[in-house]
């Protein structure tokens, strides 16, 4: 195992048997890496595909990749005290950070409505890995083979792991409330046990946003920035949503390649190169698979939840930290001919039961929209998302199942199940499942 970074996990894995390798790859029997999450494992807020690779793999190794919530500074004594990674990524004095915020976009964002920022973009993404003999065109398959929590490094919490659910301005909720005062953002902490054992989130407590102010002296009086940690001697902590218990699902709302489009992509809006999808399916035992659009791929993950609902209602899910193992394997162009991968143009969820596509507003809003990462937050529509699920599953069935097209509109409707992925991340999202065993006569 290599391991960049000192890791909180220990992972005993049977390496199971690689695929053969690129030609210009060295072949070998399978490897582990491993990327900790800390100040220079990350970055805050983007993909690129100029970003310098931390690792390269190649197709068939295994990576363990820690990562951590951007929200994490909403409790500050439970989900970062004590954790020196995180502590390191969030470490924020009048002159310095340890990671800058710096998504898509000018460096002030605040002209955009983004608050006191630099530029679009709010995920802590760990990575990138860079996949030997990855080129566009290719299709890179992501096994996610273990997901765990990440326990508080606060020995007072030892054992447990905490997440915050935020009903934020940004959330479908935030203009149609009908309680005063009639716009709030209120969040809830959420305690989970770290072994895995109890699948159970429970409730701790919820609060108001006040306005906070952040070490540069700026007053953020909505929740408009990633990282600003929460003074909780200025809100009200409250019991909230008692006899309540949310089933974890751990999953990552974040992930995928670079794109081709720009040198630095918003991690907010996901497209055809994944991104922040936010289905609660894809976490262990899920595979994605994802259209390669530059060299290497450059493979990043982030934004990881303990549990979330279809739609993502509010704008967030329970945001926690969590450590993936995964597999990449990468399929080459020339090979894609007559498989379920042929012309795969968006990124595609598998599990042990069904098949899933993700449909957007705008499969591609870097080339459909003018200004595209100022503008999709304001375009976006379910009708648009549900038109791109059907055209996409229309295209899984007809090319990966050999059907007609009359067949796939039938099969769509009577035993295909859509639903409204998230309502959240500027390019809104539908996804469409088909179960396997639909097939199991074919």
């Known amino acids: 195992m290599r391991v960049i970074g000192t ?73 970062i005290k004590g954790d020196d990674g995180a502590e390191s990524v969030f470490h924020w004095t009048k002159d310095e950070k340890g990671v800058e915020r710096r998504g898509a976009g000018p460096m002030d964002a605040s002209v955009y409505g983004r608050g006191a920022g630099e530029g679009f973009g709010v995920h802590i993404m760990t990575g990138p890995v860079k996949v030997c003999g990855a080129e566009p065109g290719d299709v890179l398959e992501v096994r996610i083979l273990d997901v765990h929590l990440r326990p508080s490094g606060n020995q007072e919490f030892a054992g447990k792991t905490f997440g915050s659910n935020v009903a934020a301005n940004w959330g479908f909720q935030y203009n149609d409330l009908i309680e005063s005062p009639d716009q709030r953002e209120v969040v809830t902490i959420f305690e989970l046990d770290s072994s895995g054992a109890n699948v159970w989130a429970k409730p701790l407590y ?39 218990q949310i089933r974890a699902r751990p999953h990552f709302g974040t992930m995928g390649v670079a794109p081709r489009e720009a040198d630095m992509v918003d991690t907010v809006p996901p497209a055809y190169f994944g991104g922040n999808i936010d289905d609660w399916r894809i976490g262990k035992g899920a595979t994605m698979y994802y259209p390669v659009a530059v060299d290497g791929a450059l493979f990043s993950v982030g934004d990881p939840h303990a549990a979330q609902g279809d739609s993502e209602l509010s704008g967030t899910a329970i945001e926690t930290s969590l450590t993936g193992v995964f597999q990449l394997i990468l399929h080459k162009q020339a ?14 969820l598998e599990t042990d039961d069904a098949w899933v596509v993700h449909g957007f507003s705008y499969p591609n809003y870097l080339a459909e929209l003018d200004q595209p990462q100022q503008t999709i937050y304001q375009k976006s529509s379910i009708d648009l998302a549900m038109r791109d699920a ?29 639903g409204i992925t998230q309502v959240v991340d500027g390019n809104w999202g539908v996804h469409g499942t088909v179960k396997k065993e639909v097939f199991i006569h074919r």
């Not at 090979?335 to 595609?348: C, M």
């Not at 059907?390 to 859509?418: P, W, Y």
Request: proline share 5%; aromatic share 10%.
């Open 335 to 348: 090979d894609l001919k007559g498989t379920r991968l042929s012309g795969l143009y968006y990124p595609l």
């Open 206 to 244: 919820n609060f108001r946003w006040t306005p906070q102010t952040d070490p540069y002296g700026v007053e953020h009086e909505t929740i408009d920035y990633p990282g600003v940690v929460v003074d909780h001697d200025s809100v009200d902590e409250q019991p909230v949503l008692e006899g309540v």
């Open 7 to 79: 890791s909180l996990l220990g992972v005993g894995l049977a390496l199971l048997t690689a695929p053969a390798h690129a030609a210009d790859c060295a072949a070998g029997d399978a490897r582990h890496f491993t990327l900790a999450a800390n100040k220079d494992t990350v970055h805050w807020g983007y993909f690129s595909k100029d970003a310098k690779p931390l690792i390269e793999v190649n197709s068939g190794d295994f990576v363990t990749l820690e990562t951590l919530t951007h929200h994490a500074g909403d409790d500050y004594d439970r989900m």
């Open 390 to 418: 059907f055209r996409k599953m229309r295209h899984f069935l007809m090319t990966a199942q050999g059907l007609t097209e009359d067949e796939a509109v039938s099969l769509m409707s009577v035993g295909t199940d859509f």
